[in-house]
């Protein structure tokens, strides 16, 4: 049977390139994929390329505050949504929907559930989002990412199935190959600072506090500083004498992760389980003001797992990072091989294939 999925998965990268990997899992078993995204700048980009998979667009409808002046606004545009999406579903005579999490997701699960259409959510985090919360009440099916988010989810029938990867990140990569990308050497350590799309301007800060120190300890750097804060930082760096690749964003971030020895990055599910799958060392600074502090407790689960070590941002110093990195830059350090182990376990390759065998069984 070829089964027809919508998947409602616009919004923010840790909710779009998951479902982007689901969506290429299904077109691989030839089954047809229909991604719904939002029209923000994010989902454009990511969307170019993957031209080979169908899309549609729903305005972003981020609920705000119950008490807000814009609630009238958001009901009015998650109406809108909701009726388009019911047609989108209708036309595209759809078998099964998945929401990835976000208010993008919320119409097209509500439709679906009203139409007598399978539903499935998707859950990445170790604590839901406000949406995924919401929406359980429409979906059949609750997948999760964490086993830790399980208890979020009393009544429901709960799958863990971790956190989709998409193609390019479950490959292997010569390291001397990638390295070559950033003009960087492979003779030395080489640290991956993640500064993400929002929040980066305190790991930034710190790391460019630290430049003198992380000459001293040898290493180079691929800096990825966040599009609003690339100024700002890349002019720091100027005045040190440290060999390093410093970029807004990187779109080969496979060919990242295959150079680096050890990242500083945000606690973003998307990011760990990219992290994971490369068995990369890692420094998780949550960001501070996630919703529901959601980034802290996915830290905790690495951190507890000895994948990783967690520092609050508030904790975050010249000092404390290099202290830290001494601790796991000999690569022939019992610390940084257990990390490193640890890492790697955390990883579930074939989650994708895992969520693509719920859809396809429970659908039919």
């Known amino acids: 049977m070829n089964a027809r999925v919508v998947i409602a998965c616009g919004g923010t990268g840790g909710h779009l390139f998951p479902g982007i990997a689901i969506a290429e899992c299904l077109l691989d078993r030839g089954h047809d994929p229909l991604l719904v995204i939002s029209e923000k700048e994010i989902d454009a980009i990511a969307i170019r390329s993957h031209e080979h998979l169908k899309y549609v667009s729903l305005p972003s409808i981020g609920m705000p505050k119950v008490y807000s002046p814009r609630m009238l606004n958001f009901v009015f545009r998650y109406i809108k949504s909701y009726f388009y999406c019911k047609n989108v ?81 479950r490959k292997s990569y010569d390291r001397n190959q990638a390295i070559e990308h950033f003009n960087l050497s492979s003779e030395k350590k080489t640290l991956l600072i993640l500064g993400g799309s929002q929040g980066a301007y305190g790991i930034n800060s710190v790391i460019t506090d630290s430049l003198t120190d992380l000459k001293d300890l040898g290493v180079q750097i691929i800096h990825l500083t966040g599009p609003a804060d690339y100024d700002r930082v890349s002019s720091l760096y100027e005045g040190v004498e440290i060999d390093s690749h410093i970029a807004p964003f990187c779109d080969s971030m496979q060919l990242a992760y295959a150079s680096c020895d050890i990242a500083i990055a945000r606690s973003g599910a998307s990011s760990l389980a990219e992290l994971s799958a490369f068995g990369i060392p890692s420094i998780l600074v949550p960001y501070p003001y996630a919703t529901d502090d959601h980034q802290t407790l996915n830290a905790v689960v690495y951190s507890d797992a000895g994948a990783s070590l967690m520092r609050q941002e508030s904790e975050m110093s010249s000092s404390a990072l290099i202290s830290s990195l001494s601790q796991l830059l000999d690569s022939n350090n019992e610390v940084y091989k257990q990390m490193s182990s640890a890492m790697r376990k955390m990883a579930v390759i074939d989650a994708a294939e895992n969520i693509c065998e719920q859809i396809l069984v429970n659908s039919k």
């Open 89 to 169: 579903i209708k036309e595209f005579e759809a078998d099964a929907v998945l929401g990835m999490g976000g208010f993008t997701s919320l119409p097209a699960l509500m439709a679906g559930q009203g139409m007598g259409v399978k539903t499935f959510i998707h859950e990445s985090n170790a604590y839901p989002g406000k949406a995924n919360r919401v929406a359980a009440r429409w979906a059949d099916i609750v997948l999760l990412g964490m086993e830790a988010c399980r208890q979020h989810f009393p009544g429901k029938n709960v799958k863990v199935v971790g956190t989709p990867l998409r193609g390019v990140m």
